[in-house]
Nanobody, 113 residues
Framework: QVRLVESGGGLVQTGGSLRLSCAMS????????LRWYRRTPGRERDVVAI????????YYTDSVKGRFTIYADNAEATLYLEMNNLQPEDTAVYYC??????WGQGIQVTVSS
């Protein structure tokens, strides 16, 4: 059974940090793209960061470059998103994604000004 379970969200002040985790099981993730998306009210989910499970090549949307880091721990079967210098515009529901079809349930991140 495929499962992606996010954790680590919450409320943080501007300039603070959070680390999101996505525990993955039920599929082989070492050869596919792993992604973090976020959705704010009224918008579709936007991609935040991508890492290839094999090559570890990464991509970041411009607004998070230099502040967010995506990485994966194969031994722990967990995808992470380290978020630093958080800003109010980072407030969103964050989702982890694997390949084309596998999604987590989403987790709220709220940055207070």
């Amino acid at each position: 059974q495929v499962r992606l379970v996010e954790s680590g969200g919450g409320l943080v002040q501007t300039g603070g940090s959070l680390r999101l985790s996505c525990a993955m099981s039920g599929f082989a993730f070492d050869k596919i793209n792993l992604r973090w998306y976020r959705r704010t009210p009224g918008r579709e989910r936007d991609v935040v960061a991508i890492i290839n499970g094999g090559s570890r090549t990464t991509y970041y949307t411009d607004s998070v470059k230099g502040r967010f880091t995506i990485y994966a721990d194969n031994a722990e079967a967990t995808l992470y998103l380290e978020m630093n210098n958080l800003q109010p515009e980072d407030t969103a529901v964050y989702y982890c994604n694997a390949g084309a079809n596998y999604w987590g349930q989403g987790i709220q991140v709220t940055v207070s000004s």
